[in-house]
């Protein structure tokens, strides 16, 4: 993989924030930042979760019942984000720990080895469904470096099914750690899933009455789990959890051959994206640019505008029909 040598080293640096990070808190610095704990919220449990979708699918259950912080910040790459000694402390004082629990997660790993997690509920995402394998398609492009082992596909949530067995999960696992909102976090999974069921059925509908079933992207491509619920079939330059940008010239004659025989109109690029592929296969073709939306992260603009899972994948809905028709 191109950046094994950038993970050789982060494993020395992430032991230096882990220490670092603990010995702050053993030495009093437990405060929690403002997205931490909010004022006046003494009583709530806290709940921290790594990235986008377990901190949406948290606000949706418990709003401000819990006093909810993202680690990986809003705009930034998830694939190659390292935390900080605060965001140690704020793992450490979490009641819920909810993470992916893929490859991009081995620095997770490694920090709650060297904690006391005996009060914490840790939550991988892919335990809450049937992971798959990560997998190479015709003329997408391999890392340089194999890893050893099975690479399973992280990007769980992007199936609407799966993402209402994580929802599930969560409220499972708040109602345990604070029985006092049980009734509270039930009625919101409860309502959260059955739009979770309607969005399924949309996306399901779309498919089965498709023109074509296949999606290209000039990208990464972190959407087997929605392409398996839907019988799609994918090309892409790279697979989910590459780090790659750019690709041979060989992967964008393969696309453009690809979009051109099979009539394909659009050609999908993933949120925070460079774009460029995209931009050089769209040029070629004529094929109309679209995102699809891996919800691993988003934009601050978004953030703060209070974009959640639900609205960017209605966005995928209506941006895949364009594609399949």
Known sequence: MKNSFL?????????????????????????????????????????SATIFPPYDFVRAIAGDRVNLSMLLPPGAESHSFEPSPQDIITMQNSRLFVYAGGESDEWVDRILESMDTANMKILPLMDCVDAVEEEIVEGMEEEEEEEEGIAYDEHVWTAPKNAARIVQAIADALCALDAANADFYRQNSAAYIVKLEELDAEFRAVADNAKRKTIIFGDRFPFRYLADSYGLSYYAAFPGCSTETECSAATVAFLIDKMKSERVPVIFHIELSNEKIADTIAEATGAKKLLLHACHNISKSDFEKGEGYLSLMRGNLRNLREALN
């Open 7 to 47: 993970r050789f080293f982060g494993f020395f640096f992430f032991n230096l924030l882990v220490v670092f990070g603990i010995v702050l808190f053993a030495a009093g610095c437990s405060r929690k930042d403002n997205a931490a704990q909010p004022q006046g919220a003494e009583n709530k449990i806290t709940v």
